[in-house]
């Protein structure tokens, strides 16, 4: 005789990550990718290895990987006549990838000695000791090598300005030791992009390429002040800098402002390159969203503002598709 359980379990929340996830299971599944792994193929160690270099690169966090590739679109499609050609894209996509991965590496492996201090970031791979520093230079400069390759497929111009990239993202995680405005280099190192964009389609950096160049620079500087709010209680204790320390109980107010003149940047973009109504929308979108953001972090609680933070690759996206629309229907 069998008793039946009639209580009700709870009921979970279906987010669209979690549907994300599950169709991913579902498809890897499909694929065999499970069995593959399953009848080690790939030999268990290897698996773990390629697991924490995967994790150090941030494959399993590409919200970085989204924010540095949303400009690098804009700046394809407003520097080409039309649509950019598909090499391009795959070069620059793919580049956005590999140097994106390459400043994660290179970033843990600077602050190695501090991650260990901070809540959120205390249980990377090399803080916990499952790879060693030698492994994650190695990465890095395998990755750096990776990027490079694609950059030969490129004019003489690009491959220049990739060297100062490159020297940037090096630079980048030091900075937060010398100065409180580690945030304003990370926004040179993710604006380069857009100069090279420029190079590759027209062999010359215009004007309007550096306007657009410091208009997400300003974009940058805001949303990693959002991110630097997260981290504000233990950066205090450590002693290390960022630009909301230096804003200190203004931050919110001056980064709404940033986002502002963010926003105005991209009106003259929009205005330079005589794009029509429908980037104006997706601007009007974006200032929405932004909008949103401040309401989100209006009692500054770390969570709301990483939630914050990661909203921005809406904002990126939304103007992207107002650029694509826009060049589409001109």
């Known amino acids: 005789m069998t008793i039946q359980n009639n209580s009700k379990s709870p009921k ?7 549907v994300i996830r599950y169709s991913f299971r ?38 970085g990987t989204l924010l540095l590739l949303w400009p690098t679109l804009w700046a394809l499609w407003l520097a080409s006549e039309n649509f950019p050609s598909l090499h391009l894209i795959v070069i620059f996509v793919c580049g ?36 060693t520093e030698k492994e994650a230079l190695g990465l890095f400069v395998a990755l750096a090598l990776l990027a490079f390759v694609l950059v030969l497929l490129l004019n003489n111009l690009s491959m220049i300005l990739s060297f100062v990239a490159l020297a940037i993202a090096i630079v980048y995680p030091y900075m937060k030791r ?21 190079a590759a389609v027209q062999n010359e950096i215009p004007v309007t390429a550096w306007l657009l160049y410091i208009t997400n620079l300003l974009w940058v500087l805001a949303y990693d002040t959002l991110y630097g709010m997260v981290d504000k209680k233990d950066d205090l204790k450590i002693g290390v800098k960022s630009t909301a320390i230096f804003f200190g109980e203004a931050d919110l107010h001056i980064t709404m402002f940033i986002q502002a003149l963010f926003i105005f940047g991209m009106l003259l973009v929009g205005a330079k390159f005589e794009l ?21 972090c209006r009692k500054k609680e770390s969570q709301k503002c990483f939630a914050a933070f990661l909203n921005n ?12 629309v826009a060049k589409w229907t001109s």
Request: charge should be positive; glycine fraction near 6%; proline fraction near 5%.
């Open 26 to 63: 579902q498809f890897a599944h499909k694929l065999g990718l499970v069995k593959l792994i399953s009848r080690k193929t790939i030999p268990p160690l290897w698996q773990h290895r390629i697991l924490q270099y995967g994790l150090l690169m941030r494959v399993d966090k590409p919200i």
């Open 276 to 296: 029509n109504g429908y980037f104006y929308i997706s601007l009007t979108v974006a200032t929405l969203l932004i909008a949103r953001q401040f309401y989100m």
């Open 178 to 198: 010398v100065t409180y405005f580690p945030q304003l280099v990370l926004g040179m190192a993710f604006s380069m992009a857009i100069p090279m964009a420029f």
């Open 96 to 131: 956005v990838f590999l140097m994106r991965s390459a400043g994660c590496v290179i970033n843990d492996y600077a602050d190695r000695d501090i991650d260990g201090k901070v809540s959120r970031t205390r249980n990377r791979p090399l803080i916990v000791r499952k790879v």
């Open 313 to 324: 690759n809406w904002v990126g996206f939304v103007i992207f598709v107002g650029i694509f």
């Open 12 to 18: 979970q929340k279906v987010t669209p990550s979690k």
